[in-house]
Structures are given as C-alpha cells and as structure tokens.
C-alpha cells in the first residue's frame, strides 16, 4: 500500500486554467503538507495543515488554495495557472508536533503549464 | 530566517571513491535531517540527528551532527552508481516544533 499518493502524476494544462491535485495518506498522521519543487530542485514549503487545519502558509500567490476535507486528506487547487507554476509538487506528511519527526513524501505531481 | 545551506549543488566522483558532503545552518538546530531524492523520484528519508556531536552509520553512509548543532556532513564510503541522487538536509525552522527548511540539495553524479 502507497503511504502518500497524489494524483494526478503528471499535468499538462494552458495557461489560464484552473487545476487540482489530491493527495491521500494512510498512515494516520495529522499533519499534511505541500512542497514545490523548482527545476533547480529547491524544495519549498507551501502549506501544512494539522488535523484538517491550516498551521503553516508561506507566501504563496493566493491563487493556491489548499482543502483539507480530514486529516487523510490535502488538496491543492490552483487558479489562473501561470508559468512560472510549473513545477513538481510534493505532498507529504508527518508525526504530529511536537514529535515532528521525518516526512514521507508522495510522488510527486509534475505541473507544466503551457 | 533561518537558512540551511548547502553548497556546492552539485559534485561529480568516479565509482569508488569516497563522498562527503556539508549542510550548514544561520541558527543553532533542535535536529537534522537528511533526505535522499533519486533521479525522477520523491524525496525520502535517511536519518535524523538531534544530540551534538552524534555519528549515525547506514551501511556506507556516515551521517554527523557538530558539537553546535549548527552544522552536519554526510560521507558516503567507496561510492557506487546506486548512490546517484540528490541528498537535502533539513532543519527545523524555528525551533523544536516549527516547519523543516531544506537545504538546496546536491546532485551527486557517479561515473562507473
């Protein structure tokens, strides 16, 4: 069984539309996240819900939005595509604070914005 | 903020020899962690180190914390071609409980 899975694994769009990727653990933890990934590979925290709320949001253009229905569960909606969104983006979770331990990370979803 | 830093991004070896690698940080760190992320692939856990001066061992991996906590090395003994990837470290922000901030990461390429 896949600990974090997002789907979908790869997304081509246009510019202008509006997209979403979903990610789904099993392992029980409270605490979600997502990363973006750039072509240099920089790893850059976006958001993190505990428990179905949000804990941690960077500075991120407010045409990300992200959802998480349960703590199972953190999507991320993002509007007006741009692209400069294209990237890879990485879901992941984590032990809740503070026993903040290591992160499984999903697969990934490749963003590549036309 | 705090910056966790890793330089240089990237370092080619020939299979066999030995690797080491740097991760530094602005602030004093409650832990470390690193992380390996193969070609294509996602990020994934090696180790974490949360006592001063720790050495932790995986096979041929030795991974160490400083005496300060402000900065950790990675050796990899006798490199081999399944070694290739990208390896972060990571540290917590702001204190103990906050979100991690990772390093850039660098590329090792293995020639065989």
């Known amino acids: 069984d896949t600990a974090v899975s997002q789907t979908p694994k790869y997304l081509v769009t246009q510019m202008g539309n509006d997209k979403s990727i979903k990610c789904e653990q099993n392992?029980?933890?409270?605490?979600m996240y997502w990363y973006k990934q750039d072509s240099k590979k920089f790893l850059k925290i976006m958001f993190s819900?505990?428990?179905?709320?949000?804990?941690i949001n960077e500075t991120v253009p407010n045409r990300f939005s992200p959802k998480s229905p349960d703590k199972a569960h953190l999507n991320l909606h993002i509007n007006s595509l741009e692209l400069g969104d294209s990237a890879v983006y990485f879901c992941?979770?984590?032990?809740?604070?503070?026993?903040?331990?290591?992160?499984?990370f999903g697969e990934g979803s490749r963003l590549t914005v036309l | 903020g705090q910056q966790v830093m890793q330089i240089p991004q990237y370092q080619h070896v020939q299979e066999g020899e030995d690797f080491t690698t740097y991760c530094n940080s602005s602030?004093?760190?409650?832990?470390i962690q690193w992380y390996k992320q193969r070609p294509g692939g996602h990020p994934v856990f090696l180790i974490q180190?949360?006592?001063?001066?720790e050495v932790k061992k995986q096979k041929r991996l030795t991974f160490q914390f400083g005496e300060a906590k402000k900065n950790s090395s990675l050796h990899i003994t006798a490199t081999q071609t399944t070694d290739v990837g990208t390896y972060f470290c990571?540290?917590?922000?702001?204190?103990?409980?906050?979100?991690?901030?990772f390093g850039k990461g660098i590329t090792l390429s293995v020639r065989p």
């Open positions: 992941a979770s984590s032990p809740p604070l503070p026993m903040a331990g290591e992160l499984f």
């Open positions: 392992l029980g933890h409270d605490t």
């Open positions: 819900y505990n428990n179905k709320e949000l804990i």
């Open positions: 602030t004093t760190l409650s832990n």
């Open positions: 180190l949360v006592k001063s001066g």
């Open positions: 990571a540290g917590p922000a702001g204190g103990a409980n906050s979100k991690l901030t």
